[in-house]
């Protein structure tokens, strides 16, 4: 067999067709959520990045790793990696972002939920774990007969202190400052 190779319009179809397909199964979010593909390429390939990028902001690094993990599970792995450099309070930092993509993947992804909940219980880490029930602390409402707690933390699910104006997960789109103020019980 001489010549240059050629592939069949249809292999080529089918493989194109695998190469997008495969991605999207893994995926928790709609496409306007999700990570862009080479920030995931990034963390798979080095871990770290994601450390080096958030420099101590501790919200920034929970936010873009529960970011990387609803767009693709496949980023879930890299994290033991990146946990050899991280520091205590990145570790409850990622901590808190597993659980945050835990919770995003349940209703649209269960097995993926499942798949990071199984990951943090095998990583034996009690500053991720820390960092993990803490968030999961914060997400479950107070038990009927339980004091209210005070109106400074009643905000929004993913807001920070300082949300502002800016909302979604990097703090770069604006919130809407015609949406209604909740009011203390």
Request: glycine content about 8%.
């Amino acid at each position: 067999m001489r010549g240059p190779l050629r592939a069949s319009p249809i292999a080529v179809a089918v493989a194109l067709f695998a190469a997008f397909a495969t991605p999207a199964h893994a995926q928790c979010v709609d496409r306007g959520e999700r990570a862009p593909s080479a920030a995931i390429s990034a963390f798979v390939s080095d871990p770290s990045v994601l450390l080096r990028q958030s420099k101590n902001d501790r919200d920034k690094l929970s936010g873009r790793l529960t970011g990387l993990l609803v767009t693709d599970i496949a980023a879930l792995e890299p994290v033991r990696d990146m946990l050899r450099e991280a520091s205590q309070a990145d570790r409850i930092a990622i901590g808190a972002g597993l659980h945050r993509a835990e919770e995003r993947c349940v209703a649209t992804k269960p097995d993926v939920a499942r798949r990071i909940s199984e990951f943090v219980a095998k990583l034996h880490d009690g500053s991720v774990l820390k960092g993990y029930f803490a968030d999961q602390d914060t997400a479950v409402a107070p038990a009927s007969g339980s004091p209210a707690p005070s109106t400074a933390n009643n905000q929004p699910a993913g807001s920070s202190q300082g949300a502002g104006l800016m909302s979604g997960e990097w703090k770069t789109e604006l919130a809407d400052p015609f949406k209604p103020v909740p009011l203390p019980k």
